[in-house]
């Protein structure tokens, strides 16, 4: 019971990373109907951005952000300067450009900072607590700034001009034209913001994982998997199916080492956690594309 | 007194195909003016075309700028509110809402939100149902909002497209009530695009015929109604 | 100014080849045939320089499975690494496992494949776009995991992977290993891009291209549009697969981190490269897949030497560099640019008026 009560634990930190990768998904796909490839990618380089503020002495809440205000101008800038003029182009052009962003991004961390590992500590305070046996402080740490995160883009978009300007643009694009809010630059906004929420999910998680090039690569499979659990036409339902996706990821396992431990029989464990993640992708993809919350768009003629 | 909207020699395009062949109309200051035709005959065009929905060529002047191939969101904040067809509502947020995000671009709060009043004023309605999700309005309801939208901008000039469209008659006649209202009132120049001739000329001062991208007819409201071709093709006696 | 070309763009006619097979088409076969002959006994090309060729054409075979579902059919997969995958382990596992000889693993590794693309996708008929692109995605990342899974490990011989040995010509004839598979894969690839090739004319092919360009109408006009989806999809994995297998043989091994996600991109890049609906630059594509990955380090190394940065550029920088450029100027590919250079040209010289 009590390693039940851990999994869910650890299982809820890593929701929070997979919910803010999730979101940062989700806000890319509503504003201009494109899914990201190189979110993860994007994420992992501003985590290794952080890193290097903070070897130059800056305490990583300064840095995070500084970090996360950089991150914002990159994605505005990949939106401006490289996606918006192909924005009439066909699929395959768009998902081409996303893998060679990928791709770059990928490479740049490993020619700048190279591919060893690197040692980003934790900037959660290790202390003991009461329940400290079920889940780590970097753990709740992650899970306190995800909400926090959350609820601030919440008010931002529910009760400021900008945010609803957004939503309106993202909902609408004609008519929040003819009412005067630049289209244009709210896409590249959206593009801004996904990154900062990524700088936030990659800075928070490089401590407990390891900080290396391909640190994120199965955390966007996992952020996928939430995006399309919740719906990934709703930012909420985005956020929920990451948290459900962190979780149901960790108890599957856990089941499955039970069930080894109890018949000796082997399924599933910890080794197919990314076999997990696919299975719930095709699933939800080919059963319910809207996912728990989202909407289902009809395809006129 | 210059004219506040001058078209001459539209061309419109959808893609390849072209939809208007050389339009030229003018609107007066504080006048509201109507382009008739049956459908097809690019009335809506003519609209999108001057908010640069379309691709266009030829000269659009407002207040003697020239707009044509402006940004769609830039015209508007010059002080255009196009109704558009199928009333262009964010159904997924409220009234309150709808209503916010037209009054964006305006910097000056005081004269939003007495346009806000004014707005209530007119529809009392909106007012009730003001937080209300706005795509679960009914279409006069939805028509309204459009035209409630189209104000919080300030504009000078209003484009509207077939307000009376799927709308009961009695809706219709207390909307062109309060669209003159609004004219005489708020002093908003109207260019109106329209398929209820009848009500269009009692509405208008100018009118327009289009047929097949042309200006087939033009003079006073009174005028084209009493005109013989148009009694039988458009009024129907 | 941003290229909106895709490939239903480039005229029909400079799709197609020509109708009868040019003879210099004719002329290249044999001289590739003979390669063994002209250049290995000559000294020309060593024995790891057909290694390089063999390498060339089976990754054309695998670039060719891509571009006939993504190009001549529209599904867009960024997953093929799985099913090379498959067509590689099944040919190494019947060899090492079941001491089958290398040739017959070949129509194993097609069949096998055949049904995994197809399995695959019935799924993903109801995905499209950006939808199938995450699902392919999601394939693609989970293979290396998906073999190492423990239950298949009694053939799969888990992380350690699985040695095979090149087999030596048959009949005795006087060449090296390393000639006798660059002559088995050039056979192998003269037969699959001849079948392509009347695929793509024939019937069949005229209703992928159409479910390509507007998959709705294609249906009201009676074309069974699931039934061309997953056969091309069972096709196209067929392809990669068969390439998959030809690899393992000749590369004498496979493991699961031999096929990560790396792999799918590269053979992504290079359909895009080569020319995402044109045969030959499934070809094209084979060989910037191959000469990549041997020279890749080299030529950054040169680059960045060149331009005096301060940073160890890496390959993929330039990878990514490549794609995004080449989606604005060149979307269809080196071979698509071409075919619509030579359209042009002679269409121009159509209508000089003759004197």
């Known amino acids: 019971m009590e390693q039940l009560i851990q999994q869910v634990g650890s299982g809820l930190a890593n929701g929070a990373i997979y919910a803010c990768v999730a979101l940062a998904l989700v806000m890319i796909f509503v504003s201009t109907d494109h899914i990201n490839f190189a979110q993860g990618e994007m994420a992992m380089f501003s985590a290794y951005l952080t890193w290097q503020v903070i070897q130059w002495g800056v305490n990583f809440w300064l840095a995070l952000p500084l970090v996360v205000l950089v991150s914002f101008v990159i994605g505005v800038a990949v939106e401006r300067i490289i996606l918006r003029p192909l924005h009439n182009a066909p699929v395959l052009s768009i998902v081409v450009i996303f893998i060679g962003l990928l791709a770059i991004f990928h490479s740049l961390a490993g020619a700048i900072w190279g591919h060893t590992i690197k040692v980003f500590d934790s900037p959660f305070p290790h202390i003991t607590f009461a329940g400290s046996g079920y889940i780590g402080p970097h753990q709740i740490g992650m899970i306190l700034v995800t909400i926090v995160l959350l609820l601030l883009l919440f008010a931002f978009f529910r009760l400021t001009p900008l945010g609803l300007a957004m939503r309106a643009a993202a909902q609408n694009p004609v008519s929040a034209r003819l009412a005067g809010v630049r289209v244009d630059w709210m896409l590249a906004l959206g593009w801004g913001l996904a990154a900062a929420i990524g700088a936030v999910a990659g800075s928070l998680v490089a401590p407990a994982v390891y900080l290396e090039p391909n640190m994120m690569a199965s955390i966007l499979l996992y952020g996928f998997a939430g995006a399309l659990v919740g719906g990934i036409s709703s930012p909420g339902g985005a956020v929920a199916g990451g948290f459900i996706v962190g979780v149901l990821e960790n108890v599957i396992a856990y089941a499955g080492n039970l069930l080894e431990k109890s018949t000796g029989i082997y399924i599933i464990g910890n080794g197919e956690k990314l076999t997990v993640a696919l299975i719930i992708v095709i699933t939800v993809l080919t059963l319910k594309p809207s996912g728990l919350f989202g909407h289902v768009t009809v395809k006129r003629v | 007194m210059a004219a506040l909207l001058e078209v001459e020699g539209l061309k419109a395009y959808y893609g390849q195909t072209q939809a208007l062949h050389g339009v030229s109309f003018s609107l007066e200051q504080g006048g509201i003016t109507t382009l008739l035709g049956a459908n097809g005959a690019g009335k809506t065009t003519t609209l999108r075309a001057i908010c640069s929905m379309v691709r266009t060529q030829g000269t659009i002047k407002l207040d003697g700028e020239a707009i044509a191939g402006v940004a769609t969101e830039e015209i508007v904040r010059r002080g255009v509110g196009h109704v558009p067809e199928g009333r262009g509502t964010f159904t997924n947020l409220s009234v309150e809402e709808n209503l916010r995000v037209a009054a964006y671009t305006r910097s000056d709060k005081a004269a939003a939100d007495r346009d806000r009043d004014m707005v209530f004023e007119y529809f009392p309605i909106l007012k009730a149902r003001i937080n209300q999700q706005a795509g679960t309005l009914s279409g006069g309801e939805q028509q309204m909002l459009a035209i409630s939208r189209a104000l919080m901008l300030g504009p000078r000039l209003m484009l509207l497209d077939e307000p009376s ?48 991208g042309r200006v087939v007819m033009s003079g006073k409201a009174a005028d084209v109604k009493s005109d013989e071709a148009i009694r039988k093709s458009y009024l129907g006696y | 100014m941003a290229s909106t070309t895709t490939a239903s763009d480039i005229p029909i006619e400079a799709q197609r080849t020509a109708a009868r097979r040019p003879w210099w088409l004719w002329a290249g076969l044999v001289v590739l045939a003979l390669l063994p002959l002209l250049g290995g006994k000559t000294g020309l090309i060593s024995n790891y320089g057909f290694l390089q060729l063999s390498l060339i054409i089976v990754y054309s075979i695998a670039v060719l499975g891509l571009i006939l579902l993504t190009g001549f059919n529209g599904q867009i997969s960024l997953g093929h690494g799985a099913f090379f995958a498959v067509g590689a382990y099944t040919a190494a596992v019947l060899i090492d496992q079941v001491n089958w000889p290398y040739w017959a693993t070949l129509p194993v590794a097609a069949i096998v494949c055949f049904v995994v693309g197809y399995l695959f996708g019935l799924p993903a008929l109801r995905l499209e776009g950006h939808y199938l692109a995450l699902a392919t995605f999601a394939l693609a990342v989970a293979v290396p995991q998906f073999l190492k899974y423990r239950h298949f490990e009694w053939f799969t011989n888990g992380v350690q992977g699985i040695n095979i040995f090149k087999p030596d010509p048959p009949f005795g004839l006087p060449l090296s290993a390393d000639q006798w598979m660059y002559l088995l894969a050039l056979f192998v690839a003269v037969i699959m891009f001849w079948i392509a090739r009347n695929l793509l004319d024939s019937r069949t092919g005229r209703a992928m291209m159409a479910i390509r360009d507007h998959s709705m109408a294609a249906s009201t006009m009676g074309v069974n549009v699931a039934h061309y989806k997953t056969v091309v999809f069972g096709i196209s994995a067929l392809y990669t697969g068969v390439a998959g297998a030809l690899h393992a043989i000749i590369f004498e091994f496979v493991s699961p981190d031999s096929f990560r996600f790396e792999l799918s991109i590269a053979i992504l890049v290079g359909a895009v490269v080569g020319g995402i609906a044109s045969l030959p630059g499934a070809i094209i594509g084979g060989a910037f897949v191959q000469v990549i990955e041997k020279y890749a380090d080299a030529l950054t190394k040169k680059l960045t030497a060149a331009v005096h940065l301060p940073i160890d550029l890496e390959p993929w920088t330039i990878y990514g560099l490549a794609l995004i450029i080449l989606m604005y100027v060149m979307p269809t590919g080196i071979a698509g640019g071409l075919a619509l250079l030579w359209h042009r040209v002679r269409r121009s010289r159509a209508q000089v008026p003759p004197k």
Request: proline share 2%; glycine share 2%; aromatic share 6%.
């Open chain 2, 165 to 212: 469209f799927g709308l009961a008659p009695l809706i219709v006649q207390e909307i062109f009530r309060i669209m003159r209202r609004i004219n005489a009132e708020a002093k908003v120049s109207m260019l109106l695009v329209e398929q209820n001739a009848a009500l269009a000329l009692d509405l208008a001062d100018h009118a327009y015929v289009l047929e097949t």
